[in-house]
């Protein structure tokens, strides 16, 4: 962490009631000027919805890295995980967790990096996988239920997860990793079709983005992620939208 010059990170249980975690990564400070405040990043770590955590040895140094190099502050969420907290638990956790970014709104929030550093009209959301699933969605909800005094002005989706009842032309060209991610679903997904799932489904639930919360949304996809298609269908709606 020296190397990449970041000063202090901190883990806080903010929600015990529900053991949802969230780690805060602050980059070096080298001004004492507290008006001057930093954007701030909600990172949604991906991996099925079943492992991981904001801890893992990969999403502590790439968030590390990243508010070093961009000089922000993060908060990294730990949600609840399948199988024994399975969707939309980790969905729920998440927007606890933006709650909770939201009561900092005043400078009077719990955790004192936030009051003082946090620039809430500038929040941007991330994820990668199952968090660019869990980014998607929470956009999703807040053009419903808009968080006060939070302004997002982007999102981040790296390799999204969407699913569909039809096999999309890059999964038929995997057809065992396809099958396995049908498998694993069964483990993530507490009722009926998985494939069917609303927070899951491809984009038809986008449809209507008049109110969407921000207008920038870069996308990250992998030339051989059996989900590939499915994600470029998402980004041509997204476009086509403005």
């Not at 660019?132 to 790296?158: F, H, S």
């Amino acid at each position: 962490m020296a190397a990449l010059d970041v000063a202090l990170l901190r883990n806080n249980l903010k929600k015990a009631e529900t053991s949802i975690s969230i780690r805060l990564f602050l980059p070096k400070i080298t001004t004492t000027n507290s008006n001057q405040k930093l954007p701030l990043l909600v990172y949604f770590h991906g991996r099925g919805f079943c492992i991981e955590t904001p801890c893992s040895p990969t999403y502590h140094d790439n968030v590390s890295s990243l508010i070093s190099k961009a000089n922000l502050v993060a908060v990294s969420v730990d949600y609840r995980k399948a199988s024994e907290h399975v969707v939309p638990t980790a969905h729920n956790d998440s927007w606890a967790a933006l709650q909770l970014v939201a009561s900092h709104v005043k400078g009077e929030g719990s955790e004192s990096w936030q009051n003082l550093y946090a620039d809430l009209d500038r929040v941007f959301m991330a994820g990668d996988s199952a968090g660019a699933n869990i980014t998607r969605n929470m956009a999703l909800r807040a053009m419903e239920t808009p968080l006060e005094g939070i302004k997002i002005v982007g999102l981040a989706l790296i390799h999204l997860y969407l699913s569909g009842n039809e096999a999309a032309n890059s999964e038929l060209s995997y057809p065992d990793v396809a099958a396995n991610a049908q498998k694993l679903w069964s483990l993530v997904v507490c009722l009926g079709n998985c494939n069917n799932h609303p927070l899951l489904h491809s984009a038809i639930s986008d449809l209507n983005l008049e109110r969407f919360p921000c207008k920038r949304v870069p996308m990250c996809i992998a030339e051989k992620d059996t989900l590939r298609d499915r994600g470029l269908l998402y980004f041509k709606i997204l476009k086509e939208r403005g």
